[in-house]
């Protein structure tokens, strides 16, 4: 991707790795910010960790899930984060708690200033979920029912997904 026309820098992450490790009665999942979260929500689930089953058909990533604190039927990423690693401008590597990311209704303090340009000074490179354990079979009825319900409320073909926020008080904007 070219910077030229954008008075900054334009980076792309390619990391998309992960792992599970398992800990007594839950998990914690580690992935790189790339990594997609359908596909995240799919492996888990079918792995009988529950907590992303809300990301069945959403299409983006783990990094852009947290910047924008993603959700839908009832979850949200802030709710099974445990941290997160960011990059900064200077080059270093540092690691929030999530109770230290800022959440809000898909807010985080991940997202770039608002002005003429916008500017981001932290770059997720991987998260930290945390998952319990719950039957395969279940997780498998949820994702599909979530996947119906997605499939019956979302045009067909591609999508950029859901963009706006739902104004507090009135019917959702979608």
């Not at 792309?12 to 995240?40: F, I, K, M, N, P």
């Not at 924008?68 to 997160?84: K, Q």
């Not at 000074?121 to 994702?143: C, K």
Request: with cysteine; charged share 20%.
């Amino acid at each position: 991707m070219a910077d030229s026309g954008y008075p900054g820098m334009v980076l792309r992450y390619a990391g998309e790795e992960s792992s599970l490790e398992v800990r007594g009665d839950h998990t914690l999942l580690r992935a790189e910010s790339r990594a997609s979260l359908a596909r995240a929500a799919r492996h888990t689930a079918g792995a009988g960790w529950a907590g992303l089953e809300w990301a069945e058909g959403i299409p983006g990533t783990l990094g852009g899930a947290v910047t924008g604190n993603a959700g839908a039927y009832g979850g949200e990423i802030a709710a099974v984060l445990e941290s997160v690693t960011v990059l900064s401008l200077d080059g270093g590597l540092e690691r929030f708690a999530a109770a230290d990311c800022g959440f809000d209704y898909r807010k985080s303090r991940f997202q770039p200033a608002a002005g003429p340009v916008l500017v981001s000074t932290q770059f997720i490179v991987e998260a930290e979920l945390r998952l319990r354990a719950e039957d395969p079979a279940r997780l498998a009825d949820r994702l599909q029912d979530i996947s119906r319900r997605r499939r019956a409320n979302t045009p067909a073909g591609l999508s950029c997904g859901s963009v706006f926020r739902n104004p507090p008080g009135i019917p959702p904007a979608g």
